[in-house]
């Protein structure tokens, strides 16, 4: 065996599922689809008064890293504006390398994947549901 | 004397490689298989001492491309049982499949219909839907059975005097599955449809007699055939071939051009506008050559034998599903499966870092995994230079990923 891309975080954040599953009077609700992999995410987002979320639920039909990012973004969407889920996404894009500067908990588990650019969509794709629920 | 495995390992150079300190076990011949040296000793022959266009040259270096494009083409028609200038050097398969659906499409009313099936490959839908667009055609599928074969139980009710071509896969490159061309083909004859067989799984696993199967079009990629990216192969019945119109407009394909109209060339040059890739056209008739040189009866019996090491190793893991044929009887060395609770992307990530190559995913068969309301399968492509420890180093790589994603 060489690299593990699949450290015990990542797993963890999979397995831990936070925010899995639907929300019952969503704000909104958005699909997004990986094309290539396959890779299909559901979010649901409860939105209050100035826009921040309340409450997200999601639906990921893909891969443990897809699930792993879903699982870490609701785990600190709540609270949250679309600025503050730009916030989040350089995060991410920080942990993968794409980004210079340091990178944050949930996101800095996923800096295995730096060293895998066809997997890095898989991390991308519920915060890419996100922008597109508060856009 | 039994298949002799280690010598054909020996004639591909990157099977004995290490990448990133890792052997390469390479079972994802499906999408793309390895080349062989003869394939490369071929290209490489025409790139330093015949380089030139074809066709129109006059010096000896033209003349040397010409025959040696020619001569490819003399190759691939020999692997496919054919008459030379019945071989139409194409882009791919998927170029070829193109070909057909533009040009033998545009002979075609509204109307008429086509019929596929369930478990093709995006590139023999995607075409004949653009083409549904363009002229009124309708489309049909012919379901998939729970062992990922093509249901031809149904053909009775799927083909009508308006069908007038039935294009399948002749090997599932998900399930690994053989077409029964027989009972295709009487069938589809019985209501004068054409027949078009997706070789792109099949031609990998040895020569082909295509007048024995009485179809009317094949298409093969030379890639998945031990020859290089970005050539094909279409074989086209000569008269349904003459009858057609151009695919693409350009230079060598033409009769006589003046500004207010222009003649087309006899098929093959019909189909081959522009300079054609010559190189890749080279290569693929060394691969074909290089094919006619295996065991494959051998070699068949060698694959069959792998597929069954792989089910039996994979039955040992528990949370595995096959999907596709259980038996090595009507099949060819793919095979699918899932891995409960993995995803198959992280199965063929973990793979990975065992050094073994597969693919996972939908694997350009969408409305398949809808079909089986699938994620997607990992799959196992195998060729004739795989072997045990290919086979083990996955089954390795499957009880890790059991262990550690679940």
Partial sequence: MSDQLYQERIVALAKAKSGAGKLENPTRTVRRDNPLCGDRVILDVRLDDEGRIAEIGHQVRGCLLCQASASALSAVAVGRDAAGIAELRHDAERALGREPGETHEPFDAFAPVAAHKARQDCVLLPLEALKDALS | ?406
């Fill in chain 2, 1 to 406: 004397m039994s298949f002799d495995v280690a010598a054909i390992r020996g004639q591909f150079p990157i099977l004995s490689e290490i990448i990133d300190g890792l052997p390469v076990h390479y079972l994802d011949n499906g999408a793309s298989a390895q080349t062989p040296l003869a394939v490369m000793d071929a290209v490489r022959h025409y790139e330093t001492t015949g380089r030139a266009n074809v066709l129109r040259g006059v010096h000896r270096l033209a003349e040397r491309a010409t025959e040696s494009y020619e001569n490819a083409r003399a190759q691939v028609a020999t692997f496919l049982g054919v008459p030379t200038m019945e071989v139409v050097f194409t882009g791919g398969c998927t170029a070829a499949i193109n070909l057909v659906a533009f040009s033998y499409g545009s002979l075609l009313k509204p109307g008429d219909r086509i019929l596929l099936s369930e478990l093709e490959h995006h590139s023999n839908i995607v075409p004949w839907q653009l083409l549904r667009s363009r002229a009124g055609i309708e489309l049909d599928m012919l379901p998939v059975t729970t062992d990922g074969r093509i249901d031809l139980s149904a053909l009775p009710r799927l083909l009508t005097p308006k069908t007038k071509l039935v294009s399948l896969a002749h090997v599932s490159n998900v399930t690994g599955a053989l077409l029964d061309v027989r009972t295709v083909v009487e069938s589809a004859k019985a209501v004068g449809a054409k027949v078009m067989l997706d070789g792109a799984q099949r031609a990998p696993h040895g020569p082909l007699d295509l007048p024995s199967l009485g179809i009317d079009f094949y298409a093969v990629a030379g890639h998945k055939a031990y020859g290089p990216n970005g050539i094909g192969a279409l074989w086209g019945r000569p008269e349904l071939m003459e009858a057609m119109p151009p695919f693409m407009g350009g230079g060598s394909m033409i009769g006589r051009v003046t500004l207010a109209e222009t003649t087309w060339a006899p098929s093959p040059r019909r189909f081959e506008a522009g300079t054609p890739p010559i190189g890749p056209a080279i290569g693929l008739g060394a691969a074909c050559a290089w094919m006619e040189t295996l065991d494959w009866a051998g070699a068949h019996d060698h694959e069959m034998a792998l597929v069954q090491r792989l089910m039996d190793g994979l039955q040992e893991i528990d949370g595995t599903q096959l999907f596709g044929p259980a038996s090595l009887q009507n099949r060819y060395p793919v095979v699918s499966f899932m891995l409960d609770g993995v995803h198959p992307h992280d199965v063929a990530q973990t793979l990975d870092s065992f050094g073994v190559a597969v693919r996972a995913g939908h694997h350009c068969a969408q409305p398949l995994m809808d079909r089986f309301d699938l994620d997607g399968t990992t799959r196992v492509s195998m060729a004739p230079y795989n072997d045990n420890g290919d086979i083990d180093a996955l089954l390795a790589g499957v009880a890790h990923a059991a262990k550690t994603l679940r």
